[in-house]
């Protein structure tokens, strides 16, 4: 009773800080000039951090073994798991813009986990026998570090894109006012009036800007990479984890079961993006769409399989 009054404790106070420290990103993006929030924002995200640790670590005893047995529990650490893909960087005093990432993707999942999921999945359970197995830990925290790490990596690609995007349609936009100018002014007018802005063009203040947007399509491109090649490494040992473990359950390493082929197909792409990656002329533009493909492929190989109800992993399943 203690623990369940305190799991249900932490819980609610890891969301309301989570959701504080998203209320301070939104005022440091529409006021810049209010000192301190930021620092604020961060020691936001080092309570909720710990209050998810401390609601980890109270199931843990409650239960008796490490909490990834159900839906529910694996959502709650996949949250943890963002702040410790945050928390590394920091380690080393390296600026990154993975706060603004993490925030957003913590309170979707543990919002999720406490009003999307049934209340019987809240509570502790025994674990089934196959789930009674040293591996369940390495495993499984193995894969949830993965897919934490991939999605951020993915989500930095998207960002990245979208920024490219908006970049062009800037470029289509001017190109199409030119073509309109000419239809309804003619040439030499338009030479005039590009004469009469021959200041404005000569200023610094859009070389400044590009120059803005280059460093930071860099920034999230190098920080992109960095975090899906960490997410990458995760992703391998858990799967072979998870192979060993299968031998010892079932007998084969691999069975191709919905989660292991899932698995194996986001393995495939963010290989195929470090591949990429490394390539000159596909850096960029070309590997974030790869990235971005695999942001769906995570949610699949995660979700997707377990809205089915499927295979050999079907304990993870809403059912």
Not at 35 to 60: D, Q
Not at 137 to 152: I, N
Not at 154 to 183: E, P, W
Request: net charge positive; with cysteine; hydrophobic share 50%.
């Amino acid at each position: 009773m203690i623990f369940a009054t305190l799991e249900h404790i932490l819980t609610h106070i890891s969301f309301s800080i989570i959701s504080i420290v998203i209320t301070i990103h939104l005022m440091t993006l529409l006021v810049h000039k209010i000192v301190g929030l930021r620092n604020w924002s961060e020691k936001g995200m080092i309570a909720t951090f710990f209050s998810i640790t401390g609601l980890l670590v109270s199931r843990w005893i409650s239960s008796g073994h490490f909490p990834l047995s159900n839906l529910y529990e694996s959502l709650i650490f996949l949250s943890c798991s963002f702040f410790i893909i945050h928390i590394i960087p920091k380690l080393r005093n390296l600026k990154n813009d993975l706060s603004t990432i993490i925030a957003p993707s913590t309170i979707f999942t543990q919002g999720f986990a406490m009003s999307g999921l049934s209340t019987e999945m809240h509570q502790s359970a025994i674990l089934v026998p196959a789930l009674q197995s040293q591996w369940l830990m390495m495993h499984v925290s193995m894969m949830l570090l993965s897919y934490a790490a991939l999605l951020c990596g993915s989500l930095l690609s998207v960002a990245l894109l979208v920024i490219t995007f908006r970049k062009n349609i800037d470029i289509f936009c001017k190109s199409n006012n030119f073509l309109i100018k000419s239809f309804f002014f003619g040439f030499g007018e338009i030479e005039y009036l590009n004469e009469k802005r021959s200041v404005l063009k000569n200023t610094s203040f859009p070389s400044f800007r590009n120059y803005y947007k280059y460093q930071l399509t860099e920034r999230l491109d190098y920080w992109s990479y960095r975090v899906i090649s960490l997410g990458f490494t995760f992703l391998t040992i858990g799967i072979l984890c998870g192979a060993v473990w299968a031998n010892e359950a079932w007998g084969s390493y691999w069975n191709w079961d919905p989660k292991e082929t899932w698995a194996f197909i986001t393995w495939t792409i963010f290989a195929i993006y470090l591949h990429t990656r490394t390539n000159i002329n596909w850096k960029g533009t070309n590997s974030a769409l790869v990235a971005s493909t695999g942001f769906l492929i995570i949610w699949i190989c995660y979700f997707g399989i377990n809205l089915l109800g499927i295979g050999l992993h079907s304990y993870g399943s809403f059912t």
